[in-house]
């Protein structure tokens, strides 16, 4: 029995240095292609984080526009909202990422559309520091969302948030 074991112990060598090298190669290949795709699925979620907030604050914004109609429309500024989207009234995020600047955003009653804005989302600490996220309303009422992930501020030029 002795024999037996001893002999199979001895046969037993190991991977062979093409198998390792083989290995490795397979490795670094799907490294190559997961990193990249990986940091891009990071950008993505964190600029999410920015499109959500944008949204919140042009929902929270429109609705105290529709409950106050004519001058009391001026009185629905960011300390205002601050409470309804989670941020300070400085406009700062609960984490401390992102900070929300607001125009008024006003009910057009007569046309039944909203007016004002941009409402701005832009990232204040790493890794944020160079995204940011805008709502923007034309004179016609129509909303638009940018974003950006080169300059902590949006403008109408940057590519629509996907």
């Known amino acids: 029995m002795r024999k037996l074991l001893k002999r199979a112990l001895t046969n037993e060598a190991g991977f062979t240095l093409m198998e ?20 891009g699925y990071v950008r993505d979620s964190r600029l999410a984080e920015a499109k959500a907030l944008a949204g919140a604050t042009l929902t929270a914004a429109q609705a ?9 429309a001026t009185n629905c500024t960011l300390a205002l909202l601050a409470q309804r989207i ?22 057009d009653v007569p046309n039944n559309r909203f007016l004002g804005g941009p409402i701005n989302v832009a990232g204040t600490i790493a890794p944020v520091t160079n995204m940011g996220a805008a709502v923007f309303i034309d004179a016609g009422g129509v909303v638009t969302m940018r ?16």
């Open 64 to 72: 105290c526009a529709q409950q106050n109609t004519g001058s009391e």
């Open 20 to 39: 390792l090298i083989v290995v490795v190669l397979i490795v670094g290949i799907l490294a190559a292609v997961g990193v990249p795709l990986y940091l």
């Open 86 to 107: 989670g941020v300070t009234a400085g406009g700062v995020s609960g984490d401390g990422k992102w900070t929300v600047t607001i125009t008024t955003v006003t009910l």
């Open 147 to 162: 974003c950006s992930t080169a300059a902590g501020t949006v403008a109408l030029t940057d590519p629509l948030c996907g």
